[in-house]
């Protein structure tokens, strides 16, 4: 095991992305975004995804190198047409302006369509909590998850991610897929032989199962709370797809490019300016009462605290990298 920092590991993975095809722009957005997910223990999101991300390249199913296209949807309203590349690219590039709108009006609404998101969902949201901002995101992915009664997945896992500023510049953030586990952590545990929790997920058959390999065997996962979360899984199917005009989870066909593993749907994402209501500082110690009040009632940890703690440890320590993932990167490095 060698502890790697931050910045070596980003130039690591900047030249894989390079290397197969990306343009330095969409390489450095890639390898920071996933080298974060790693540092802050999100490991399902996190080196596992290179190999992904690589094969998806490979297979010629995602553009590396496109440029997004911004274009005017109203005074509070973005849309972005990713033209069949990566997502954080595209939300990258259309930032500065939803911020802007934000700002003026109060609120804005950015709709993302023809993009790959294949990450962990709260780096698009942290960054504008970081600048006072609430910001709510949504995607839709592949059909890996079955509503209740379904007899296939319909749905993606469908992410949800939130943030919001806190007092004395803190932040509150979570991300949250709609069904049970992640599919990440699916093929986490099938590689590492791990059983999956009760009620996580049924077989080809539709029969309940923890075995991770009969899930990703023409299986399915299952949302949390049952018809709770598949409703949730609904609304993002609706907002990520039928808004931004991307692909439902339950169209995305990659068939023609085999070993493509990114799904190419929709995003949503809300940004909201609480000093339009009222003072930011009115705001965040507003939050900030509440998140009193339940340390107070004895939730001692905040979404997003576990992140934060493990991002502080591997800053100072350095970021975990086993032998066998080192060389399984390098391995990925394009000739």
């Known amino acids: 095991m060698t502890h790697m920092d931050f910045d070596a590991l980003v130039a690591l993975l900047r030249r894989i992305f390079q290397s197969n095809g990306t343009s330095a722009t969409v390489a450095d957005i890639l ?15 996190g080196l596992f995804r290179m190999a992904g991300y690589v094969a998806t390249l490979r297979s010629g199913w995602v553009d590396g190198r496109v440029q ?97 500023p806190r007092a004395d510049g803190r932040i509150i953030v979570f991300d949250q897929a709609v069904s049970v586990l992640a599919h990440g952590d699916v093929q986490i545990a099938a590689r590492d032989g791990h059983l999956l929790p009760p009620d996580a997920g049924v077989d080809a058959s539709g029969q309940a199962t923890r075995d991770p390999r009969a899930v990703l065997d023409g299986g399915a996962l299952l949302p ?7 409703a949730i899984a609904l609304m993002i199917e609706i907002m990520a797809a039928a808004l931004t005009g991307g692909l439902f989870s339950h169209e995305v066909d990659w068939s023609a490019h085999p070993g493509a593993q990114t ?18 500082a009115g705001f965040a110690n507003r939050v900030e009462q509440l998140v009193t009040a339940l340390h107070d009632a004895g939730q001692e940890r905040m979404p ?22 080192l060389r399984q990167l390098e391995g990925l490095i394009a000739p």
């Not at 390898?31 to 999101?45: F, K």
């Not at 709108?101 to 609120?107: S, Y």
Request: net charge positive.
């Open 263 to 280: 799904p190419s749907t929709g995003q949503c994402l809300i940004l909201i300016d609480p000093t339009r209501g009222g003072s930011a």
């Open 68 to 164: 997004p296209r911004m274009e005017e949807g109203g005074a509070s309203f973005l849309r972005v047409d990713a033209a069949n590349g990566f997502a954080q690219p595209a939300l990258a590039a259309a930032a500065p302006l939803a911020i802007e709108k934000a700002r003026a009006t109060g609120a804005c609404v950015i709709a993302i369509r023809h993009s790959h998101h294949f990450a962990a969902l709260w780096p698009d949201v942290e960054p504008f909590a970081q600048q006072g901002l609430v910001a709510i995101a949504m995607v839709n992915s592949m059909a890996y998850v079955a509503p209740p009664g379904a007899r296939h997945p319909v749905y993606g896992t469908n992410p949800l991610a939130f943030a919001a």
């Open 304 to 325: 997003g605290d576990r992140r934060l703690a493990a991002r502080a440890r591997a800053l100072r320590d350095g970021i975990p990298v086993s032998a066998d993932m």
């Open 224 to 230: 949390f709370g049952g018809h709770k979360g598949a």
């Open 31 to 45: 390898a920071r975004n996933c080298a974060s997910a790693e540092r802050d223990g999100a490991m399902s999101h």
